[in-house]
């Protein structure tokens, strides 16, 4: 029944794509790795213009104008681009995070390279990653759900903060009798240790129902108040019984999938034809080994759930794949340049397993360090008779380094420290490749990387980036030729 909704929304859109030919690029990252920045710099780079010589499109002059659009899908908020533009020019604060999925569209009019004038609609969508990591569900039973989430939790990295949980779990027989007030203390608590492991000590990207840390309308619902239970627990127990706490679970997992997985699935994932992911992979340096294994678990996660390789007339009219899918690792402005290529061949190798398998079907996929949003300048600083590579920018308010705590208004030289060769090195099964923030001393880690404030100036003229050029041109580039 899914596969033939889907058909038939496909059929509808490319039926109205031979009048106004239209691709849907979708905009993904996990929590904080600057998704609603993309967007809007996207956006402002198409409309306004901008320092983009990699975009050959634009930079050539074939590109006569970008112009917003009415938003396509009534029942589908609004990209507010205009606010956060006005967030980072006025407030020099990054926007909010993004919760939800929205829409914006665009319409591109350019020159071929022959000359003859056309149209592009370009509809951005911007969603959570965290609901991508949803999508395996829809074939997992509860039972298979609830083995993979106690494993994951009582791996040593996440024990400590899934203890009270994990507690609760033991005290809550699968075949108990069905209770709300257990379901909804469970619940809760599982809800805390997911909330818990995205820290910025332990950074793990692996938390799946997406939907437990930004509820929405959601929120108290049924179909939001289960956890996984330890249905291992009773040997042989195969189905929980009739009116258990395990049955009460289970109804409402498969009632999460109905109500919140599957509708995203056939109204939006299943309809795109490009992909950007974001990736936060300084966090995750940031924190240690173990938040780097579970980011590389996430990736392969991810790509998984995409419908990737080259469309034939039938996959175009009833089954559209997504033919390009870029992995960017984000805030590349916060190492020195000297490290970019460091940074893209480390988001290479986390991303290694899921391009072969994106190759093997057809699909084109790349990977580059980039920031949409540049916040610092390079410089060089003087340190013990030695000269090093810095970054200057003003480090958000709360920031702590070296036992400095930061306002929000002193500009400051950084040296972030260098990424190795091969990034091979800090992925030592052992976990013994690098220290992060999760050893729980802050001096002991190998990297640190602090987070700074939008520059000034943004809305007077072309925003500052690095390499968004190149990841447009990736994106759009063959479909303005």
């Not at 050539?60 to 967030?87: C, M």
């Not at 780097?292 to 007339?313: V, W, Y």
């Not at 590349?332 to 893209?344: C, G, I, M, T």
Request: include cysteine; hydrophobic fraction near 45%.
């Amino acid at each position: 029944m899914d596969e033939a909704r889907i058909a038939l929304r496909t059929l509808a859109d490319r039926v109205e794509g031979i009048a106004h030919p239209t691709l849907r690029l979708g905009v993904t990252g996990l929590s904080r790795a600057g998704k609603t920045i993309f967007t809007t710099a996207l956006i402002h780079a198409l409309t306004r213009g901008g320092r983009l010589p990699v975009f050959e499109a634009l930079q050539s002059g074939r590109i006569a104008r970008a112009e917003l659009q009415p938003q396509p899908d009534d029942a589908v908020p609004r990209f507010a681009y205009e606010d956060h533009l006005k967030t980072l020019a006025e407030a020099r604060q990054w926007p909010s995070s993004t919760t939800r999925v929205s829409e914006l569209r665009l319409s591109i009019r350019y020159a071929t390279a022959r000359g003859s004038l056309r149209t592009l609609t370009l509809d951005l969508v911007d969603y959570p990653g965290e609901w991508l990591l949803d999508l395996p569900l829809l074939d997992m039973s509860y039972a298979d759900f609830a083995r993979q989430s106690l494993a994951l939790a009582r791996a040593p990295a996440r024990s400590d903060v899934a203890a009270p949980w994990l507690a609760a779990v033991a005290a809550a027989p699968v075949d108990g009798p069905q209770d709300e007030a257990k379901a909804r203390e469970v619940a809760a608590l599982f809800t805390q240790y997911l909330s818990a492991c995205r820290s910025e000590k332990l950074a793990m990207s692996l938390l799946p129902p997406g939907r437990f840390l930004m509820p929405g309308d959601l929120e108290g619902s049924p179909a939001l108040t289960f956890a996984p239970l330890d249905v291992d627990a009773k040997v042989g127990a195969k189905v929980p019984k009739a009116g258990s706490l395990g049955a009460m679970m289970e109804r409402r997992f498969e009632a999460y999938k109905n109500a919140v997985v599957r509708p995203f699935f056939r109204t939006h994932f299943a309809r795109l034809d490009r992909q950007i992911v974001l990736v936060d992979t300084l966090a995750a340096l940031n924190a240690g080994p173990a938040a780097l294994a579970d980011l590389e678990r996430a990736l392969d996660g991810i790509l998984a759930a995409f419908r990737t390789g080259r469309n034939s007339l039938v996959s175009t009219l009833f089954r559209p794949r997504i033919e390009k899918v870029l992995f960017a690792a984000t805030k590349a402005d916060h190492l020195h340049r000297s490290s970019h290529d460091r940074l893209e061949a480390i988001l290479a190798r986390l991303v290694e397993r899921a391009r072969a398998r994106a190759h093997d079907h057809g699909a084109a996929l790349d990977v580059v360090a980039l920031a949409a949003i540049r916040a610092t300048q390079e410089a060089r600083v003087r340190r013990d008779g030695h000269e090093l590579d810095a970054i200057v920018g003003t480090p958000e308010a709360g920031q702590e380094v070296g036992g400095h705590r930061f306002d929000g208004t002193e500009e400051m030289a950084v040296f972030p420290g260098d990424l190795p060769d091969d990034p091979d090195a800090l992925f030592d099964p052992s976990g013994a490749g690098f220290r992060g923030l999760a050893t729980g001393i802050e001096g002991d880690a190998d990297f640190r990387f602090l987070r700074f404030r939008p520059p000034a100036g943004i809305g007077d003229g072309p925003i500052p980036h690095i390499r968004l050029d190149r990841a447009l041109h990736f994106l759009l580039g063959d479909r303005l030729a």
